[in-house]
């Protein structure tokens, strides 16, 4: 009497990618973000570079450990360290997730701690008013602005916002922006912020029209499309050199939207809605950044 001897069939693959390069394409397609995915490619290209020409199915352990070496080695903030060798990582990861590596390599090699640098970035309710009622601020400067900080907005969210994302709501009104991975959400603005927004929009303006339109040097005539990110980077920047801070990014505003609304009372859950954070760890972030509590204040001293 034979018996049949009895085989398990090898797991199907879980993706097409039959080189690097596909895989890595196949992996950036996951991340819903524009400018987490120019980010992690940038990380992914400057690795391979280092580590060409073998392929990522030939990494070791002691390989990676090598390259995290290499990146403290060179000029940059841990921040950037971290990022880059968390791309890594992550492709690896994935790339063992879906069956084109044999191991995952990189999950026992920990990225180096990032300091916690918040509350250096995190103006005061003085400061931002300075800002906003600065004297040489143009109307449309000012507004967006005033709009960074009031909503909490994104500088992406904020810049692609149309004059059909705006709607009363109660006694003042709404704008309804679009986030990572494409989320949508409504934050409703104050009464003074709502009618500041409604005076600005100019006669004409279509529902389709961008709220942040460019503006040609010459005549400062309107032109039909929006700011880019590199217009508004540069407006925050000169702005925040009126009032003393050189270094002012449009996140920082972002950062005193959420620490001033808790400093005010507001939930963490309320917060973590209205800037459409991910959990509410992200936003209890805010809340060790600058304690209202502390054991220090028991003592007698």
Avoid: C
Wanted: charged content about 25%; overall charge positive.
């Amino acid at each position: 009497m034979t018996t049949a001897l009895t085989t398990t069939p090898a797991p199907a693959r879980m993706t097409r990618a039959n080189s690097d390069e596909t895989l890595i394409e196949s992996w950036l397609r996951l991340k819903d973000s524009k400018a987490t995915r120019e980010t992690y490619l940038q990380a992914i290209v400057q690795f391979m570079a280092w580590y060409d020409p073998q392929p990522l199915q030939t990494l070791t352990h002691d390989d990676l450990a090598d390259y995290k070496e290499h990146l403290a080695s060179i000029p940059g903030s841990k921040a950037t360290q971290a990022i880059r060798l968390n791309a890594v990582k992550s492709l690896l990861t994935y790339g063992h997730m879906v069956g084109y590596l044999p191991f995952n390599v990189g999950k026992s090699v920990k990225a180096a701690k990032v300091p916690n640098t918040l509350a250096r970035r995190i103006l005061e309710e003085w400061q931002v008013m300075a800002l906003l009622n600065h004297k040489d601020l143009r109307p449309r400067d000012r507004l967006l602005l005033r709009l960074l900080y009031a909503s909490g907005g994104r500088v992406s969210e904020i810049v692609n916002l149309k004059w059909q994302d705006t709607a009363v709501n109660g006694d003042s009104g709404q704008i309804t922006v679009t986030g990572k991975g494409d989320e949508t959400r409504a934050i409703k603005l104050s009464v003074d912020t709502w009618r500041a927004l409604q005076s600005y929009r100019p006669t004409g303006a279509g529902a389709n029209d961008y709220v942040f339109q460019s503006q040609r040097r010459q005549g400062q005539e309107r032109r039909n499309g929006r700011l880019d990110r590199t217009a508004v980077n540069r407006i925050v920047r000169r702005a925040g050199r009126s009032i003393g801070v050189p270094a002012l990014s449009p996140h920082w505003l972002r950062h005193a939207h959420a620490s001033h609304a808790l400093d005010k009372g507001a939930t963490v859950a309320v917060v973590k809605e209205t800037l459409g954070h991910s959990s509410i760890a992200v936003t209890s972030r805010y809340l060790h950044a600058r304690p209202g509590e502390s054991s220090a204040l028991k003592l007698a001293v």
